[in-house]
């Protein structure tokens, strides 16, 4: 079983930053593909980043290429998602989630094994 709790959501201005966390409790936490879904105001949700349970690979949407980064420290559990350059397209709210496959799968499914409650990113114009 695998817990996550994900935070640093707000209200930004465009051209804003903000540093996600998804904190990850469970004994074998530490060994799951990490993923960030996004899910606009009536729209479905989308693959945002994945990140390998190493953390060696990482993987991005379009829109997320060269304004987002995932990392994660497994010391503490936890994985980022550091996201610049904000726009206002990027307003939704943000889950992590927990898979066992690898990352570079997580683009074409929301089948994941475990999910956050989310939290939410609104960005202003």
């Known amino acids: 079983q695998v817990q996550l709790v994900e935070s640093g959501g707000g209200l930004v201005q465009a051209g804003g930053s903000l540093r996600l966390s998804c904190a990850a409790s469970g004994r074998t936490a530490m060994y799951y593909t990490i993923v960030w879904i996004r899910q606009a105001p009536g729209k479905e949700r989308e693959f945002v980043a994945s990140i390998s349970w190493t953390g060696d690979s990482t993987y991005y949407s379009d829109s997320a290429k060269g304004r987002f980064t995932i990392s994660r420290d497994n010391g503490k559990n936890t994985v980022y998602l550091l996201m610049l350059n904000l726009e206002p397209e990027d307003t939704g709210v943000y889950y992590c989630?927990?898979?066992?496959?690898?990352?570079?799968?997580?683009?074409?499914?929301?089948?994941?094994?475990?999910w956050g409650q989310g939290t939410q990113i609104t960005v202003t114009s």
């Open positions: 989630a927990a898979d066992q496959r690898p990352p570079q799968q997580m683009g074409g499914s929301m089948d994941h094994d475990y």
